[in-house]
């Protein structure tokens, strides 16, 4: 178990179909700017930025990973060790939906993830100031997706327009705390747990298993 101590560093990773905006909105995020004419990543990249919550600051390694198919086999590798997975789709894109199904699945095999609810996923709609008539995702369904796969932190957003950008990020990291804490309450509750079953070489058991083996 890791304590939220100060600066304590979290590895974030932003998965979702190639053109959902996950660069457009690690970089607002990280330094305020939006690209209208954002490249298409190869591999991954990464930047940090520091977020503070509750008086506790938290640096954040966010690993920004490409989306088409063709780059799998780059970015896989970069799963392990994370602490927080951004899932990402479009709004205005329901194959990019659909498909988060898809790539919670490709997260949890390379990085090895044996329960989900080990590891903070959040899931971000991005492109939220797309016209009504462009949007393909309601937010009751993106709530209602979450909801059928235990996932608790879910929120629209905007590159473009900054909406929701450092609430997506804040949001991600209470749920990592969240997660924490509970780990940290199960690891007190089995350290507390008494073994009855103990007996020689145990003075604080003796009396409980009624005879001793000597
Ligand atoms: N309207 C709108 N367009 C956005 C938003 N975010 C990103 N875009 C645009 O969507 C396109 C793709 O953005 P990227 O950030 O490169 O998408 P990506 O998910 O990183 O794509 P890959 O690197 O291929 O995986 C660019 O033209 C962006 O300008 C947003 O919030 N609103």
């Known amino acids: 178990m890791r304590s939220a101590s100060k600066n304590t560093l979290l590895k974030v990773v932003i998965l979702g179909d ?41 640096t954040l390694q966010i690993w920004d990973t490409a989306g088409q198919e063709r780059f799998k086999s780059l970015r896989t590798p970069f799963y392990r060790g994370s602490d927080i997975c951004i899932l990402t789709y479009a709004i205005d894109d329901k194959t990019s939906f659909n498909n988060l199904e898809m790539w919670r699945t490709e997260f949890s095999y390379y990085a090895d993830v044996k329960e989900n609810n080990q590891i903070p996923f959040i899931v971000v709609g991005n492109k939220s100031d797309v016209i009504a008539e462009e949007r393909e995702v309601s937010q009751l369904e993106m709530e209602t997706w979450c909801n059928e796969n235990g ?10 327009n900054a909406s ?19 780990a940290d309450k199960n690891e007190t509750d089995i ?19 009624g005879s001793s083996d000597d």
Do not use: P
């Open 151 to 160: 996932i608790t932190s879910c929120i629209e957003t905007s590159a473009k």
């Open 18 to 58: 190639g053109g959902v905006g996950k660069s457009c909105l690690m970089n607002r995020f990280v330094s305020n700017q939006f690209d209208e004419h954002s490249f298409h990543t190869i591999g991954v990249e990464f930047l940090n930025k520091d977020i503070e919550i509750d008086g506790e600051t938290y």
């Open 164 to 182: 929701n950008v450092q609430e997506a990020f804040k949001m991600a990291v209470q749920h990592w705390l969240r997660l924490e804490s509970r």
């Open 191 to 209: 350290n507390d747990t008494v073994d009855l079953t103990k007996k020689s070489g145990d003075n604080r058991m003796s009396c409980c298993v």
